[in-house]
């Protein structure tokens, strides 16, 4: 027997074949979330343009404010998006968040420390009641973001905030990598789609397919564009000619079930008769039956992705290895999860010789409570949990214990 694969080692094998696909997309900047930048956004201008206020308040020269208590006529106003006027010494300009500070002022008192007089001829007089310090309260020029920088590199995946950074420098389009194409299908006679069969008439032995409807939507979070094949029948001919069909169109086959070494798994032979295919034994539970392989087709080949068919193992399969795999296709720099430090507030006490990734979610002390079945089969506790604990093989846990702790906003964005 074949030792199991160490799941780093599977995931490095596995991201070796993920070259970045040839094309890409321009898209507006608002239809770019989630998309992945193929080339480097670079600023032509500073941001902010010019020095401007952090506050509402009034712009003077310190040298004319010694002492609290001074009282300054106040010679302009200057909102957001207009310029002032050079400040006059032993004047003050009343000033507005983002406005540009005029030349002359090098500070900006916020109003809470003014008193606006009476107006009398034009803008009236203030009183500061604070000493001001030389560059308080004003944003200098530049300080975000300077001409020429490389702000987002390619490979970015983008996020509300790079949107919000992308319009920041006036890129109302941004060149992304192309959605990967996608097919999936189910194997496996026993699988029923909800709706076909109402659960007082299931036969028995059927079970509803829930894999596909959470694998949809994990490839269409990481940007794919999806076809659904359905439910291939559990016989060689069928598997083939889906398979055949769906290499022809799309860059990546991904299936559920049917890689494992039962009679009735087709799969391996069928993907084997069209091309390549590696079934691995990884070393990590939930999840151990894991394939991967190429069908060709004109101008290339499809890479075929076989994930087991237990409904927990297919969804840590797919969160730790096709997610990876789905991110670099398309150029993105970071596709690891990052993984935090979390206190265990429960006990595992038995070690197993495989990686496990235990159902897991914080309680109201910011601990963490287990799931009280870690069986591959019982997806509510995915659906429970708010991540899982990765925990190393050969390891037990105590209560107390400092563990590695991968969040699924993590594993499902």
Not at 194 to 215: C, H, K, T, W
Not at 228 to 249: C, H, K, N, Q, W
Not at 270 to 277: I, K, N, R
Request: hydrophobic residues 45%; charged residues 20%.
């Amino acid at each position: 027997m074949k030792p199991l694969k160490p799941l780093d080692e599977a995931l490095a094998e596995l991201l070796a074949h993920a070259a970045v696909l040839p094309g890409t997309d321009t898209v507006t900047t608002f239809d770019a979330d989630g998309r992945v930048l193929a080339q480097d956004c670079i600023s032509a201008l500073q941001v902010p343009p010019n020095d401007n206020s952090s506050m509402d308040g009034y712009a003077v020269r310190c040298a004319d404010v010694a002492a609290a208590g001074v009282e300054l006529p106040v010679s302009q106003r200057i909102a957001a998006g207009s310029a002032g006027e050079p400040l006059q010494p032993g004047t003050a300009a009343r000033i507005f968040t983002g406005a540009p500070v005029p030349a002359g002022a090098d500070a900006i008192l916020m109003q809470e420390d003014c008193e606006a007089l009476a107006a009398g001829d034009g803008l009236g007089q203030v009183r500061i009641n604070a000493v001001p310090r030389p560059a308080q309260w004003i944003r200098r020029a530049g300080e975000d973001i300077t001409r020429g920088a490389v702000v987002l590199p390619a490979g970015t995946r983008l996020t509300p905030a790079e949107l919000g950074l992308a319009a920041s420098i006036g890129l109302h389009q941004l060149q992304v990598a192309r959605r990967p194409r996608v097919a999936l299908f189910s194997t496996g006679d026993e699988l029923v789609m909800p709706g076909d069969v109402p659960p007082e008439q299931m036969r028995p032995g059927a079970i509803y397919n829930s894999n596909r409807f959470f694998l949809r939507a994990m490839l269409l979070r990481l940007g794919c564009e999806v076809t659904d094949f359905g439910i291939v029948p559990d016989r060689r001919d069928a598997t083939i000619e889906a398979l055949r069909a769906a290499s022809s169109a799309h860059d990546l086959i991904l299936t559920s079930g049917g890689v494992s070494v039962g009679e009735e798994d087709h799969i391996k032979p069928a993907v084997q008769a069209l091309g390549t295919l590696d079934l691995w034994q990884i070393a990590m539970k939930p999840g151990k039956p894991f394939a991967y392989g190429q069908i060709p087709r004109d101008g290339g080949a499809a890479h075929f992705i076989g994930l087991p068919g237990n409904p927990v193992s297919s969804f840590l399969t797919f969160a730790l290895l096709v997610r990876p795999f789905v991110l670099r296709l398309q150029g993105a720099s970071v596709v690891a999860p990052q993984t935090i430090a979390a206190r265990a507030d429960f006990t595992w006490p038995k070690a197993d010789k495989r990686r496990e990734f235990l159902r897991v979610r914080h309680n109201a002390t910011g601990g963490l409570d287990l799931f009280n079945n870690q069986s591959s089969g019982v997806l509510t506790s995915a659906a429970w949990g708010d991540g899982v604990v990765d925990n190393p093989a050969g390891q037990t846990i105590a209560a107390g214990d400092t563990v590695r702790f991968i969040a699924f906003s993590e594993l499902l964005s």
